[in-house]
């Protein structure tokens, strides 16, 4: 199906992407409960029905997410380079020339793939990736992103990240996901909500001293438009660990407030440290 949407101009094919993503708000009702709970947290001020409009909005750049990797795979970026803007390039460009590798740090934008489709060719890049457990999507998936991106890492091996990075290299990192206390999560705030961390962005620089770069890539309402932004290297005490991942959290948050329709708000975000009450429990 995808295949055979991908061979229509891509305007017509993400006009029904944000059909199926309407569609698909009614189809998964737990998913659809965790993103409410989600826009309910994040956005105390709205009113029930500017929640439910945000909530239509997400989906609707969902199914424009699908219809983007549905173009990746099966037709590639070049006939829609024409599409996309970059700012921001002397930042990034400024920290390859030294040598000392680079956090290329984004949170989870719907945009995520095509960003990928177009930065990967032209910038190259590790990216940090949590592995579908289905074996099958997994090695698909790996499959096509290498296809633009030079290496897949897993987003526990931290090895291999410390490894690209002291050879100089770029590492695409999202730290914006909920992290078990197990595996490196720790206490802090996001959105005025108790959340687990990963604390991984502290340790990585601090081990490396790895240059950390913010990336924002966003489309158009209508996706008709792309943009990447390259931020400034941001500057953090990696020496507290607390401190430095709070301070990441800040960062992304500010940038989910610019463009709170186009962040991927169907995962569990809020889970919260142990004793804290479970928001998605219903």
Not at 58 to 69: A, H, P, S
Not at 75 to 94: K, M, P, W, Y
Not at 99 to 123: C, M, N
Not at 225 to 246: K, M
Request: charged fraction near 20%.
């Amino acid at each position: 199906m995808l295949w055979l949407i991908a061979r229509l101009p891509f305007d017509t094919a993400l006009a029904i992407g944000r059909a199926i993503g309407t569609g698909f708000l009614h189809l998964v009702p737990k998913r659809k409960r965790a993103t409410q709970t989600n826009i309910q947290l994040a956005f105390p001020e709205l009113t029930p029905a500017e929640q439910s409009l945000r909530l239509k909005a997400v989906y609707r750049n969902v199914g424009m997410t699908l219809i983007e990797t549905a173009w990746l795979w099966f037709r590639g970026t070049e006939a829609i380079d024409n599409r996309f803007s970059v700012s921001g390039t002397e930042h990034l460009n400024q920290a390859l020339a030294s040598d000392s590798g680079v956090i290329l740090l984004q949170a989870h934008f719907s945009t995520l793939e095509i960003a990928g489709g177009y930065v990967g060719p032209r910038w190259p890049i590790s990216a940090v990736y949590d592995p579908p457990k289905n074996p099958f999507v997994a090695d698909w998936l790996v499959a096509q992103r290498r296809r633009r991106i030079d290496r897949m890492i897993d987003n526990k091996n931290i090895r291999d990240m410390i490894r690209q990075l002291k050879r100089g290299h770029t590492v695409w990192y999202s730290p914006d996901q909920c992290v078990s206390a197990s595996q490196g999560g720790i206490p802090s705030q996001y959105f005025s909500q108790p959340v687990l961390t990963s604390n991984g962005t502290a340790r990585i620089a601090r081990m490396t001293g790895a240059s950390v770069i913010p990336m924002i890539p966003t489309r158009s309402d209508d996706g008709r438009r792309y943009h990447i932004e390259y931020c400034a290297p941001l500057t953090l005490d990696v020496s507290d660990e607390q401190a430095c991942t709070q301070a990441i959290n800040d960062l992304f948050e500010s940038q989910v407030k610019r463009y709170p329709e186009q962040y991927l708000w169907l995962h569990k975000r809020f889970k919260p440290p142990p004793g804290e009450p479970n928001p998605y429990v219903q």
